[in-house]
């Protein structure tokens, strides 16, 4: 049986253990706003970004076309973080998976100190990585069906869907909540309330806090720039 790494980004491929058997995918993250890319591939590129960020999202692409290859015969496992960003782009991967696949897992970061929980695998060294591998988590048909509710109401902006949903029994997302949560803050003010009540004078140290204070977005700084005046 084949197996597949599907990694949360360059960062957690750089430090991936060479020990770990298997084909690695890095899925180099679009926004949450960029599942049209998807969509309308030509238009949007076009439409949203110049030649360097068109480039970007086109290795994404490629990466994507490798991970709807991927055989029924294989063991795939998703290796995402908790925050809203992480799970965004997890739902949408785990609905894009062919249902075939029998051996699907996701696996979470090893989390022995809550107040590191949003900095993800990034806080892990190669034994920590490894421990979470063996803790994987085997997903089942009635995940693949609620990552397609979410997915559906999170394109669709139906944030009383998304609330209803958050109290699902599931597997794959241990902050479900908080994530959904989140996710509404970027619409209602909440989230440039938040951003408001940090310190203005030092972009790197609003970063710094922002990240500290409210990991649960999973921002990097060019997302957080995009709600600043």
């Not at 030649?51 to 692409?61: G, I, P, T």
């Amino acid at each position: 049986m084949k197996r597949f790494h599907i990694l949360n980004g360059d960062c957690l491929a750089e430090i991936f253990p060479k020990e770990i058997e298997g084909e690695r995918i890095i899925w180099r993250e679009c926004t949450v706003s960029e599942a049209e890319f998807f969509v309308n591939r030509e238009k949007y590129l076009s439409k949203n970004f110049g030649a360097e960020e068109a480039d970007y999202l086109n290795k994404v692409l490629s990466e994507f076309h490798r991970i709807k290859k991927i055989t029924f015969d294989s063991e795939v496992y998703f290796w995402f973080e908790d925050d809203l960003f992480c799970q965004v782009n997890l739902w949408f991967l785990l609905k894009e998976l062919p249902r075939n696949i029998e051996e699907v897992y996701v696996v979470l970061p090893t989390v022995k100190d809550e107040e590191k929980r949003w900095r993800g695998f990034s806080a892990h060294d190669s034994e920590l990585l490894t421990e979470s591998l063996q803790n994987a988590i085997k997903i089942d048909e009635s995940d693949l069906n609620l990552v397609h509710e979410l997915w559906n109401a999170f394109s669709a902006g139906d944030y009383e869907t998304l609330k209803n949903l958050s109290h699902s029994e599931q597997k794959f997302s241990r902050k479900l909540r908080e994530v959904i949560i989140a996710n509404e803050n970027r619409f209602n003010g909440q989230l440039i309330k938040q951003i408001r009540e940090l310190p203005q004078n030092d972009f790197v140290e609003l970063f710094k806090n922002f990240s500290e204070k409210y990991g649960v977005y999973g921002f990097g700084d060019l997302q957080l720039k995009k709600y600043l005046p």
